[in-house]
């Protein structure tokens, strides 16, 4: 909200009547933190309108899926590759004389398929399709391709947010699958190729302790990350303004809320159901 242009600075007031002035004047700042959620909200909402328009939708689901997952493949496996070997490696190297060498596939295994193989996946897509989400949406905003949307009678968030979050909610699993699978056979390759553990040992750690709702924890993972990276993006384009400098602001802003709202949805489900993985 726009300050009043006389706005009298806080300290020009009398002493006993600044206390209150402050309180009231930091309100103002928990009011904008209560506006920008509840404008967020109303994003939502209408995005769960959007989806009872699947005539409206449907056509641009398949594209998008492409876009957010076919596409993401080669990123995600390089990523993953590099990260399942490091793993590998540093456990092994970090390992006292008397420790069982297994314990690297244990190691390997959960620290890929509980953590790094979603959230890494995430972030890394936050940069390559967030970002794309946003300067597309932020585009069409800027250009007026959305009020012509409007103008047709087509509702711009089920036409072109609503395909964007279904897709990443769908096609983040199957990523995040992909990314567990060749972290953990990269650590597999590196720890027999380049250190002393064979290849029972390493497999011996991978089956200890093993349960499949570890696997499930990852995909639910995925999942809340995939729509969060949706919606988040999307929604900092959808506002954008300004012109070329608004999107690229926009932008920019959208991978940095999308990261920091990664992590802590990543925190909160660990804490949630951390406990059910123990096998």
């Known amino acids: 909200m726009e300050q009043p242009v006389n706005r009298r600075p806080t300290e020009t007031f009398p002493i006993p009547a600044r206390v209150g002035i402050k309180f009231f004047r930091k309100m103002s700042n928990v009011r904008k933190i209560f506006r920008q959620v509840?404008?967020?909200?109303?994003?939502?909402?209408?995005?769960?309108?959007?989806?009872?328009?699947?005539?409206?939708?449907?056509?641009?689901?398949?594209?998008?899926?492409?876009?957010?997952?076919?596409?993401?493949?080669?990123?995600?496996?390089?990523?993953?590759?590099?990260?399942?070997?490091?793993?590998?490696?540093?456990?092994?190297?970090?390992?006292?004389?008397?420790?069982?060498?297994?314990?690297?596939?244990?190691?390997?295994?959960?620290?890929?398929?509980?953590?790094?193989?979603?959230?890494?996946?995430?972030?890394?897509?936050?940069?390559?399709?967030?970002?794309?989400?946003?300067?597309?949406?932020?585009?069409?905003?800027?250009?007026?391709?959305?009020?012509?949307?409007?103008?047709?009678?087509?509702?711009?968030?089920?036409?072109?947010?609503?395909?964007?979050?279904?897709?990443?909610?769908?096609?983040?699993?199957?990523?995040?699958?992909?990314?567990?699978?060749?972290?953990?056979?990269?650590?597999?390759?590196?720890?027999?190729?380049?250190?002393?553990?064979?290849?029972d040992e390493f497999q011996t750690g991978l089956r200890l302790s093993f349960i499949p709702f570890q696997v499930y924890y990852s995909l639910i993972k995925a999942m809340i990350f995939g729509a969060a990276i949706a919606i988040v993006c999307s929604y900092e384009g959808y506002i954008t303004g300004a012109g070329a400098e608004g999107v690229g602001r926009s932008t920019a802003k959208a991978v940095v809320i999308t990261s920091v709202a990664i992590l802590v949805i990543d925190l909160l489900i660990t804490t949630a159901l951390a406990q059910y993985i123990q096998g």
């Open 38 to 199: 509840g404008l967020r909200s109303f994003f939502v909402r209408d995005i769960a309108r959007g989806l009872t328009e699947p005539s409206t939708w449907f056509g641009e689901l398949t594209h998008q899926m492409r876009v957010i997952g076919v596409d993401s493949i080669p990123l995600t496996a390089l990523v993953a590759a590099f990260i399942g070997a490091v793993i590998a490696l540093q456990t092994r190297y970090q390992l006292f004389a008397g420790v069982e060498l297994s314990v690297v596939g244990l190691a390997t295994r959960q620290t890929i398929i509980l953590e790094m193989g979603p959230l890494l996946t995430g972030l890394v897509l936050t940069g390559r399709v967030g970002a794309r989400m946003t300067a597309e949406i932020g585009t069409m905003r800027v250009t007026e391709q959305i009020d012509a949307l409007e103008t047709l009678a087509y509702d711009p968030v089920a036409y072109l947010i609503v395909p964007r979050v279904l897709a990443a909610t769908m096609m983040l699993p199957f990523l995040v699958v992909l990314a567990d699978g060749v972290g953990v056979m990269s650590g597999y390759l590196a720890a027999i190729t380049a250190t002393d553990i064979t290849t």
